[in-house]
C-alpha cells in the first residue's frame, strides 16, 4: 500500500476521532442543558399551579346578596344541585364529564375554545377547574389531571 496514502488515512482517522470527541462532548453538555431546561419548566408549573391556587383562595370570599353572604361557588353537597353554579363553571364541568378519563387543563380548554397557546387565557381555566376541585365538584388528582367525583 502507498506509504503516502496511509499516511493521509491515518490523518483523517485522527481528525474524525478528534471530532467525535468534540461531538460528544457537545451532545452530553446539550442533553445536561435539556436537562436542567425540563426541571426549571417543571418548577415554573409548580409555581404557576401555586399562584392560581392563592389566587383561588383570594377570591373565594363569599359575596354579598340581599345582605348575606353567598358563596359563588357553593361546595358540592346532596341537596346542591349544578344549576347553581355560574354558567361557564357548568359548561366547565360538561367537558370534563364528556372526556374519556381525567384532563389536563389545556384539554378542557381545547373543548371549550379556548387558545390554549395564550397563558393569560389558560390559567383563569385552570383556576376554575381547581375552585370546583375544591369545591368537591371535581377531583384534581396528584398529576394535575381532573375528573368527575364519583
Known amino acids: 500500500m502507498d506509504p503516502e496514502l496511509l499516511e493521509r488515512i491515518t ?6 476521532d478528534e471530532l467525535e470527541e468534540q461531538l460528544a462532548k457537545q451532545l452530553a453538555e446539550v442533553r445536561a442543558e435539556r436537562d436542567e431546561l425540563a426541571v426549571a419548566e ?4 409548580r409555581v404557576s ?12 370570599v363569599p359575596a354579598q346578596a340581599g345582605g348575606r353572604a353567598v358563596t359563588l ?3 358540592r353537597t346532596s341537596d346542591v344541585e349544578e344549576h347553581v353554579l355560574p354558567p361557564d363553571y357548568q359548561r366547565i364541568l360538561a367537558a370534563v364529564r364528556q372526556a374519556a378519563g381525567p384532563v389536563m387543563a389545556w384539554q378542557v380548554g381545547e373543548m371549550l375554545g379556548v387558545d390554549i397557546n395564550i397563558r393569560s387565557k389558560l390559567e383563569p381555566l385552570r383556576g376554575k377547574l381547581v375552585r370546583l376541585a375544591d369545591r368537591g365538584w371535581l377531583r384534581k388528582l396528584p398529576d394535575g389531571r381532573f375528573t368527575t367525583r364519583l
Open 49 to 60: 399551579e401555586q399562584i392560581a391556587d392563592d389566587r383561588v383562595s383570594a377570591t373565594s
Open 11 to 16: 490523518a483523517r482517522r485522527a481528525e474524525l
Open 42 to 45: 417543571r418548577a415554573f408549573e
Open 73 to 75: 361557588i357553593p361546595d
